[in-house]
């Protein structure tokens, strides 16, 4: 559309009026723009169709006087030598504009024609426009057809409008140029006179998404009903609860990724954490695929060991380890098995990590055989690993290690003993067995348990004691841990991440070591002395009991402590070992031997401080090279260097159960029964007896007089 001339605004005016004149039409043209010239984010371009030139002109200055004008319009001669001279003139106008559009540019330079930089905002549009325009003669009257049908044909701008009229009306009036994305807007009216509506058909869950992706990045969590009620209040329209769920789902896709599409670009990121993390081992297992022709194969699992835990672990000293799965909750099941250690400050040092199918003989077997070789253990390694009693862990453990120590988790055999024994005295009892360092210790207890429960003494004793007690354990893994706790805590750390896409598990898990490592280095740099602050704890109450007991020298390297109730041991100071075997399990001396250092010293030996008997792994310098080692950032998605490997990683195939997927964890029936409900503990697999009849089996209002069950 041709752009005439259209008269200057004023610099500050609140309400601007705009008319346009045309020399063979009696009334004029007025648009009033309200309140719309705060934003720039739209630009209004009025004119009149060249084609409305060949028999309504418009006047060249409407800048003058309107008087003078309206005056013109009585001279036939004068009006018919204006037209022909803005003829002309609107021929010169149509090709500059053509010119501007062909450079793209949106704002007319240098133009006495158009008007710069009119803002409105959108956000308050409100459009009803209506072209009045009579023609004093046949030819007016077909132009203002054409003019019409060449609407019509344009492409048109849908507004929202609440009537149909209204509507049909916009259509007509507001268009887009042909071969031009300049939108041209003939009247505004900012008055409506039909109802609101609440009901928006382009208020989608796209585009709420993109109004909550901020608020999603900073509160992943927010409940669906929060984002459904937040935006019903923001944007006044009626959103469902579907509607915004979509939304959420939408915005938490576009920030985590999109579960399928990430597989694809797995060995990619493997790339990258080998540039960044030097020493890290990752191992990737496909599916065995039934065509080789094929470029891609199914994803099965991936092991991943980062360079510096690797080395941190080697420092730490001591050669235990914490195995567990967890369950993964999004829409490819699978378990991420984990490898934790204990550091000098008896904190956890996670290892490794992996995400397999599940956890059976298999996907434990290769993990260990994985977890072997970054640590260069052999089959007759002597290593000591701390676990549940889940299927498949304990085969494959003597398998791969057959000379290693396993230890079982005290919890979980408490937990199969409730199935058969409930009650704090066999708790309080398995505990006692469990906590003993002695093996003479440890078969008195048993005898108490036998006099006390015969079947109770017999089901634990098919437990093989070297698994749960520590009269039992090596002194190899200088620890006296009976609980898997290292890797509950590492679960727990990782609990909101194993929702998420595989890249973005992974990345989580190593963003947590990564945060951990800098946490751990900012309370060694507020600690000082020669042991770990948990170790100088420990050792502070070893010597607090240590002041009840006497010792007795031999005058070599041998000590006979005694205690309390009766208690008696020998200590030898130069092997360091106390027949109470506390010193031997754990690498600290115990009460008996810091009884025996302190009596050394009182007879004029230059042995120093207790604290020097501590094994090394417990020191403060100990500690600090095992956190030396950095887990290093990476790279954004867009800078990963391409793998090389011309097979596509596809998912794992998964069959969707019915019903809702689960996110929380399945509890036993004891731990649902043990917990307190309404002040009061649940009497479920409890035995009722009857207050009529004295009789078990039934209560008073079911009694009917039966005999006793």
Avoid at 398 to 406: D, G
């Amino acid at each position: 559309m041709a752009v005439n001339d259209i008269a200057e605004s004023s610099g500050n005016c609140h309400q601007e009026e705009v008319v346009i004149k045309n020399a063979s039409i009696e009334h004029d043209i007025t648009v009033t723009f309200m309140d719309l010239l705060d934003d720039d984010r739209f630009e209004i371009f009025f004119g009149v169709d060249d084609n409305l030139g060949k028999n309504a002109n418009i006047q060249d200055d409407i800048m003058g006087d309107n008087e003078n004008v309206n005056e013109g319009l009585g001279e036939d001669e004068e009006v018919h030598e204006d037209n022909e001279e803005v003829h002309e003139y609107n021929d010169e106008v149509h090709e500059d504009n053509e010119d501007v559009n062909e450079e793209g540019d949106s704002d007319f330079e240098g133009g006495d024609n158009c008007i710069d930089d009119v803002e409105v905002d959108m956000r308050d549009f409100r459009m009803n426009i209506d072209l009045d325009v009579e023609n004093i003669n046949n030819q007016s009257n077909e132009a203002d057809e054409e003019i019409e049908q060449e609407v019509l044909n344009n492409e048109i701008l849908d507004s929202g409008s609440d009537s149909d009229v209204n509507e049909s009306t916009v259509r007509k009036n507001m268009l887009r140029e042909k071969d031009s994305e300049t939108w041209m807007v003939k009247t505004l009216v900012d008055e409506h006179k039909c109802l609101q509506s609440r009901s928006i058909k382009h208020c989608t869950s796209s585009f709420l998404c993109k109004q909550l992706m901020e608020q999603i990045e900073e509160n992943p969590t927010i409940p669906t009903k929060a984002v459904q009620d937040q935006f019903q209040r923001k944007l006044e329209v009626e959103v469902s609860r579907m509607k915004a769920f979509r939304a959420k789902t939408k915005a938490l896709t576009q920030l985590h990724g999109d579960y399928n599409s990430q597989y694809g670009i797995l060995r990619d990121y493997v790339c990258e954490l080998w540039n960044t993390n030097p020493g890290t081992t990752v191992k990737i297992e496909v599916e065995p695929s039934t065509d080789p022709s094929s470029n891609t194969r199914r994803f099965k699992r991936i092991y991943v060991c980062l360079g510096s835990l690797k080395q941190g672990f080697k420092k730490i000293g001591r050669d235990l380890l914490g195995l567990d799965g967890a369950f993964m909750k999004g829409p490819f099941p699978g378990q991420i098995l984990t490898a934790v250690g204990i550091d000098p400050n008896n904190g956890i040092y996670p290892l490794s990590y992996a995400i397999v199918e599940a956890e059976n003989l298999s996907s434990w077997t290769w993990f260990l055989n994985c977890l072997g070789d970054d640590l260069e253990l052999d089959a007759n390694s002597n290593f000591t690993f701390i676990s549940d009693r889940q299927k498949g862990i304990i085969p494959a453990l003597a398998k791969v290690f057959p000379c290693a120590e396993h230890r079982y988790c005290l919890r979980h055999i408490h937990e199969n003993m409730k199935h058969h024994f409930r009650g704090k005295a066999y708790k309080d009892m398995l505990w006692k067995l469990a906590t003993s360092t002695t093996v003479s210790d440890f078969e008195i207890l048993m005898d108490e348990l036998k006099r006390f429960n015969s079947e109770a003494q017999l089901w634990l004793s098919k437990i093989p004691p070297k698994h749960w007690s520590r009269s039992h354990f090596s002194s190899m893994a200088h620890s006296d841990v009976l609980l898997n706790n290292m890797c509950e805590v590492m679960n727990a750390k990782i609990l909101d991440g194993r929702d998420k896409p595989i890249i973005t598990v992974l990345e989580f898990i190593r963003e947590y070591l990564m945060r951990r490592i800098v946490n751990v280095l900012r309370v060694i740099d507020r600690s000082d002395g020669l042991l770990t602050p948990t170790a100088t704890k420990m050792f502070e109450s070893i010597k607090k009991e240590a002041t009840k007991y006497t010792v007795q020298w031999n005058g070599e390297e041998h000590y006979q402590v005694s205690g309390p109730k009766g208690e008696q041991c020998l200590v030898d100071l130069n092997r360091k070992i106390c027949v109470c075997r506390r010193w031997e399990i754990t690498g600290m001396p115990c009460k008996h031997a810091v009884a025996a250092i302190w009596n050394k010293a009182n007879s004029g030996k230059q042995i120093g401080i207790p604290e020097n008997f501590v094994d090394p792994i417990y020191r403060l310098e100990r500690w600090k090279e095992v956190y030396n080692f950095k887990v290093y950032p990476i790279n954004g998605r867009s800078l990963w260097p391409k793998s090389l490997v011309p097979t596509i990683i596809t998912p794992p195939t998964h069959h969707k159960p019915v019903g809702r997927p689960k996110k929380v964890r399945k509890k036993s029936a004891f731990e649902l029964d043990d917990a307190i409900r309404g002040g009061r503990l649940s009497k479920k697999g409890t035995t009722v007896t009857c207050v009529k009849c004295k009789k078990k089996g039934h209560n008073s209002r079911t009694c009917k007089g039966q005999e006793q069950v």
